[in-house]
Nanobody
Framework: QVQLVESGGGLVQAGGSLRLSCAASGRTFSSYTVGWFRQAPGKEREFVATIRWPVSSTYYADSVKGRFTISRDNAKNTVSLQMNSLNPEDTAVYYC?????????????????WGQGTQVTVSS
C-alpha cells in the first residue's frame, strides 16, 4: 500500500509560481510511475504531467508544456511539480497519483494510488 500526500498549494497572482510536492510512504517511490492531475470546479479531472518508471521520462499536457516541470527526488521519496507563469485557468485541485512500474501515465485509470489533493488558486 502507498500513501500519497500533496503539499505546496495556495493562492498566487497570475504570472507567479508554485511548487507542489507529492510525498509517498509505505513503498519506495522510485519504482513507480507518478502523475499529476487537476480538477477545476464543474470540470472533469484532467491530466497535467507524468514521470515514468524506469528512466523518469516525462510527458506534459499541451496546456502546461513549457510552464510546468515534473521531477523526482528518490532520496526524499517525493515527486514535485514546479509551476511557473501561472494563469487563472490553472486554478484547480491538484492530485498526485502513482502506479507501480511503467505506465503511459496520461489516464487516471492507469493509477492505483491517489492523494487527497491540494488547492491551487490563481488570481487575475
Amino acid at each position: 500500500q502507498v500513501q500519497l500526500v500533496e503539499s505546496g498549494g495556495g493562492l498566487v497572482q497570475a504570472g507567479g509560481s508554485l511548487r507542489l510536492s507529492c510525498a509517498a510512504s509505505g513503498r519506495t517511490f522510485s519504482s513507480y510511475t507518478v502523475g499529476w492531475f487537476r480538477q477545476a470546479p464543474g470540470k472533469e479531472r484532467e491530466f497535467v504531467a507524468t514521470i515514468r518508471w524506469p528512466v523518469s521520462s516525462t510527458y506534459y499536457a499541451d496546456s502546461v508544456k513549457g510552464r510546468f516541470t515534473i521531477s523526482r527526488d528518490n532520496a526524499k521519496n517525493t515527486v514535485s511539480l514546479q509551476m511557473n507563469s501561472l494563469n487563472p485557468e490553472d486554478t484547480a485541485v491538484y492530485y498526485c497519483a502513482a502506479s507501480r512500474g511503467f505506465q503511459s501515465g496520461t489516464s487516471g485509470r492507469e493509477y492505483d494510488y491517489w492523494g487527497q489533493g491540494t488547492q491551487v488558486t490563481v488570481s487575475s
